[in-house]
């Protein structure tokens, strides 16, 4: 029971959150891709590790580097999502703003499931407990940058 416990709930919580966390993605993606906020523009530094294509930012944005290189698998795995009356724009910025807009989604799903855990068996509380934590997080990760590298 306990490797169950060790194993799966995790695993559940996440796929919890990433379930009810999905709309934040199409919202973030839409944001970037529309261009509706100001934002710190990952994507042509993903580029330049991906395709070549891209360029290195100046400073402070160039010593992020480690913040975007777990966008490069996504980059090469996620299918082009487009949108209706979408701006003309390359297709390899756009799979790249996508990476960035999957990568945000999935750190938020992940920090709600640390959370989750850390109120499980750190602090050992309920099962509310641990769910009431999970989805504040989920609830102020909102107020991160989602649009950026800030929430991963």
Wanted: a positive charge; aromatic letters at 16%; glycine letters at 6%.
């Amino acid at each position: 029971m306990r490797a169950f416990r060790r194993i799966w709930v995790p695993a559940i919580v996440f796929i919890v959150s990433c379930v009810v966390s999905l709309p934040s993605f199409f919202d973030a993606y839409r944001i970037m891709v529309f261009n509706v906020l100001p934002r710190d523009d990952y994507a042509p530094f993903l580029l330049h590790f991906c395709t070549g294509h891209g360029a290195w930012p100046g400073s402070p944005s160039g010593y992020r580097f480690l913040s975007v290189l777990p966008a490069i698998p996504l980059y090469w795995v996620l299918p082009l999502i487009k949108f209706n009356r979408m701006p003309v724009l390359d297709p390899s910025y756009l799979k790249a703003t996508e990476a960035f807009a999957v990568l945000s989604f999935i750190s938020i799903a992940a920090a709600t499931t640390v959370t989750f855990e850390f109120v499980r068996l750190k602090i050992r509380g309920s099962l509310s407990q641990a769910s009431f934590i999970a989805a504040l997080t989920m609830i102020v990760a909102g107020f991160a940058g989602r649009t950026g590298i800030e929430s991963f």
